[in-house]
């Protein structure tokens, strides 16, 4: 299953997980009916390396500009500065949005990497995101 992204969306995420790092960045993705990508960054409250817990209160106001512009919420994106490239028990425990998919930004072999992955009952499937 692919999750097709414009490269320049990809680039900011991982922009913006380099640029967090060492902490745990997170945020949301939005797409218009025009198919334009949105990056929302959101502040991570735990301000921690393996962990992230988004701002409630920007959630909250970026789920109204989401709204306001007739925009669609596709994807949660966070990284994970140290690795791994795939989500962890704590992703999958604490998981509230079982049905989006969820973008993890990280390094892998020798470079950061955009990986996408949706959660089912098995576990988490792995979306193409970033193919090279």
Not at 9 to 20: P, V
Not at 71 to 97: C, F, M, R, T
Not at 107 to 128: C, H, I, M, S, V
Request: proline share 8%; with cysteine.
């Amino acid at each position: 299953m692919a999750f097709a992204l414009p490269d320049s969306t990809k680039r900011r995420i991982i922009r913006l997980a380099r640029e967090g790092a060492p902490l745990e960045v997170c945020g949301f993705l939005a797409c218009s009916r025009t198919r334009k990508f949105k990056v929302y960054p959101i502040k991570n409250q735990l301000l921690n390396p393996v962990r992230f817990y988004m701002d409630p209160e920007e959630m909250l106001a970026v789920f109204k500009k989401i709204e306001s512009r007739g925009e669609e919420l596709v994807a949660i994106y966070h990284s994970h500065p140290n690795g791994p490239s795939s989500p962890s028990s704590k992703d999958w425990q604490e998981d509230y949005y079982p049905e989006m998919v969820k973008l993890i930004a990280a390094p892998e072999g020798g470079r950061w990497r955009l990986n996408a992955f949706l959660k089912t009952e098995d576990g988490y499937q792995r979306l193409t995101a970033d193919p090279s």
